[in-house]
Structures are given as structure tokens and as C-alpha cells.
């Protein structure tokens, strides 16, 4: 997976509790991306970042927030999760010159 | 980024050559074809892109036609593993990776034995 590593790749948690999911790269690029897709939606961008403490809102970014303080980690945080919030969330990184960009295995994370 | 249009389904025999075909009529001049696949329960995955020229890669090679309205993305002898939802996305080449990627529905191919 491209130098990429999602934790934890499966997480189960309830409904009000804050839960973070870890991106973290070896391949020191600039960009980072978190996804969420979910049957019926295809993939969907949540946050993304443009290097360290700069990030940005995607289509999807209500009750999400990340961080990004080193180049290697993105974080995505859910402050009080909610049952809408169960999906399988991709980090993505990217931003070379071709602009491709390279997917983790995934979390699956459900909310009761 | 210019839409683009898939049939949803698509079966091949193993070890024949399959041939995804993907319109994206309205491209504008400076926007690339990409194509994605995913297999089941995996991450997407990059496998080649292109502006107007043909492009070949270890996975595949991309037919992009003269007026640049439709692709066709050849995996030239596919296996089992090739069996995943297949993406085509249009996208501008603009630098620093800024621009999303927008994901469809994509079309599911199916190799079988």
C-alpha cells in the first residue's frame, strides 16, 4: 500500500464517544487525504492536507476534524461519534508531480 | 471535473484480454484520464493515466481516442485477480494535488474462470 498504514484497521465504538483514526506515511508526501465510502456513495472526500498544519475541507467534513503535525501523520478525528459516521475510512496520499494518489487498506469503523 | 460514463458490468475469461470502455465527452483540453480499480474490501489503486497518447504501464495500456471523448483501458490477459470495480476519472493537471478525486459508481468486472 505505497508506504501507507492506517490504525486501527477495525474499530467498534458507540454512539457520543470521540474516536481518531491514524494515517501515517513513509513516503513524505506533501498531501494527505481522508475518504469515507459507504454502499450507495462511492468514495467521498472528508479532509485533506497540504502539508504540515495546513488542511482543508472536503465534500463530507461535518463532525470530522484532522490534524496534521508532522509531514508522516494525519489524523482524523470524530469528537462524539455518530451511527451516520459507520463506514470504511481511506487515507490517500499524494500530490507529486502526476498527481496520483495512493490508498491504505482502510478502516472500518462502526458506531452503535 | 468532466463526468464520465461507464457501463456498470462487464465479465471476461480468464486469460483473455479485457476492455473497459469509459466516455467523458465533456474533457476539457488540459484534463488527464485516470483510472482506479478496487477489489473487494481493499484501498483504490492507481493504474495508469493519460492525456491524449496511448500510455502503457506493467498493468495495463490506455487507448485514449483523437478527439479525446472516450478511453479504453486494456488489461491484456486477465486474471482472477483483475476480478474489482474499475474508475474512470477525469481531473485537471494542476500541481499540488489539490483537486480530489471524484469517484463513481465505476463498472465491476468480473474474470471468470
Known amino acids: 500500500d505505497a508506504g501507507i498504514t492506517q490504525s486501527p484497521r477495525h474499530k467498534v465504538t458507540e454512539t457520543g464517544t470521540p474516536v481518531t483514526l491514524r494515517c501515517h506515511q513513509t513516503?513524505?508526501?506533501?498531501?494527505m487525504y481522508w475518504y469515507r465510502q459507504d454502499p450507495g456513495h462511492g468514495l467521498r472526500l472528508i479532509h485533506y492536507s497540504y502539508g504540515v498544519k495546513d488542511t482543508d475541507k472536503g465534500e463530507v467534513s461535518d463532525g470530522y476534524s484532522v490534524s496534521r503535525s508532522k509531514t508522516e501523520d494525519f489524523l482524523l478525528t470524530l469528537e462524539s461519534a455518530t451511527s451516520s459516521q459507520t463506514s470504511v475510512y481511506f487515507c490517500?496520499?499524494?500530490?507529486?508531480?502526476?498527481?496520483?494518489?495512493?490508498f491504505g487498506a482502510g478502516t472500518r469503523l462502526s458506531v452503535l | 471535473d468532466a463526468k464520465t460514463t461507464q457501463p456498470p458490468s462487464m465479465d471476461c475469461a480468464e486469460g483473455r484480454a479485457a476492455n473497459l470502455p469509459c466516455n467523458h465527452s465533456?474533457?476539457?483540453?488540459?484534463?488527464?484520464v485516470y483510472w482506479y480499480r478496487q477489489i473487494h474490501s481493499q484501498g483504490p489503486q492507481y493504474i495508469i493515466h493519460g492525456l491524449k497518447n496511448n500510455e502503457t504501464n506493467e498493468m495495463a495500456s490506455l487507448i485514449i481516442t483523437e478527439d479525446r471523448k472516450s478511453s479504453t483501458l486494456i488489461l491484456p490477459h486477465a486474471t482472477l485477480r483483475d476480478t474489482a470495480v474499475y474508475y474512470c476519472i477525469v481531473r485537471g493537471a494542476s500541481q499540488g494535488g489539490s483537486e480530489k478525486l471524484v469517484f463513481g459508481k465505476g463498472m465491476k468486472l468480473t474474470v471468470n474462470p
Open positions: 513516503e513524505n508526501h506533501r498531501y
Open positions: 490517500a496520499i499524494g500530490g507529486d508531480s502526476q498527481n496520483i494518489q495512493y
Open positions: 465533456t474533457i476539457s483540453g488540459n484534463e488527464y
